[in-house]
Nanobody, 114 residues
Framework: QVQLVESGGGLVQAGGSLRLSCAAS????????MGWYRQAPGKQRELVAI???????NYADSVKGRFTISRDNAKNTVYLQMNSLKPEDTALYYC????????WGQGTQVTVSS
């Protein structure tokens, strides 16, 4: 079992920045990748960014150049640095971990005002 706890969401004006954190606990040695997804009202959940155990990362086209995913292995934490935020980035952001199962955090709200 893997437990994920997100933090760092909030309200920010367009052009601003936020950093999301996701702390993992439990069977973390089995985690192959961790990522961030988001879901806006009336829309499907979508992948924002993912970082693999080898360190490589992938991003959605809509956030490339603005968001950066990183990890601190010593703290078992993954971060999502979000810069140049846009109103369309408003969503509930979920942390995700892939091991022998798929695990989700509870979500943290990000709201970007215009």
């Amino acid at each position: 079992q893997v437990q994920l706890v997100e933090s760092g969401g909030g309200l920010v004006q367009a052009g601003g920045s936020l950093r999301l954190s996701c702390a993992a606990s439990g069977s973390i040695f089995r985690i192959n990748a961790m990522g961030w997804y988001r879901q806006a009202p009336g829309k499907q959940r979508e992948l924002v960014a993912i970082i693999f155990s080898g360190g490589s990362a992938n991003y959605a086209d809509s956030v490339k150049g603005r968001f950066t995913i990183s990890r601190d292995n010593a703290k078992n934490t993954v971060y999502l640095q979000m810069n140049s935020l846009k109103p369309e980035d408003t969503a509930l952001y979920y942390c995700n971990a892939l091991s022998n199962n798929v695990y989700w955090g509870q979500g943290t709200q990000v709201t970007v005002s215009s």
